[in-house]
């Protein structure tokens, strides 16, 4: 019953806007802001309480086949975030491909915000509540841990933990 409800969520969704590929699943209470930017590769599969948020009609968003999105995360698009096939995103990870200006000269609300595109490749695990910052690549077979703050690129299978995220070892 509840592949039958993610599908038709999924469904629901593609009538919004929202490019999805086949046997995708969508848990309750996605958000979604400016659907017509996000492509969702097949058989995605996003949690309850997603929150996918394209800033700028420009934004995009593309989540390639097989990636799981857990509980609780929130993806902000300004330009664009790439997310791999076979990746995995634990509940509550924060990934955004922007900042705001930090000038002293100016209010902070007056400045805008800078963008730089986020990459994220296959087969990775980011794990619960990790931050992925602007400008960010995240190399294929990689994994984050829990609670890191990726500041920096991450190399092809490396993992990484803290904050900032530094390299703890490799997978192997």
């Known amino acids: ?9 999924a469904w629901l969704a593609r009538l919004r806007g929202v490019h999805a590929g086949a ?10 802001r400016n659907a017509r930017g996000i492509r969702l590769g097949a058989r995605v599969e996003i949690e309850h309480d997603v929150y996918l948020k394209l800033v700028a009609s420009e934004a995009r968003l593309t989540v390639g086949d ?12 300004a330009a664009s975030v ?5 990746t995995l995103l634990a509940p509550g990870v924060f990934i955004t491909d922007h ?10 609300d007056e400045q805008g915000s ?9 087969d990775v695990w980011l794990g619960a509540k990790c931050v992925v910052l602007a400008g960010v690549t995240i190399g294929d077979g990689a994994v984050v841990g829990a609670g890191a703050v990726v500041t920096k690129d991450v190399e092809a299978y490396a993992i990484v933990a803290g904050v900032p995220a530094r ?6």
């Not at 046997?23 to 996605?30: V, Y």
């Open 99 to 108: 900042a705001h200006n930090m000038a002293r000269a100016q209010r902070l």
């Open 167 to 172: 390299a703890i070892g490799k997978r192997r």
């Open 114 to 122: 800078r963008s730089a595109a986020v990459t994220v490749g296959d």
């Open 66 to 77: 097989f990636t799981f999105i857990g509980a609780g995360c929130e993806i902000d698009v």
């Open 82 to 86: 790439t997310i791999g096939a076979h």
């Open 23 to 32: 046997k995708c699943a969508i848990g309750s209470r996605l958000h979604v």
């Open 1 to 9: 019953m509840r592949t039958i409800a993610g599908r038709l969520r």
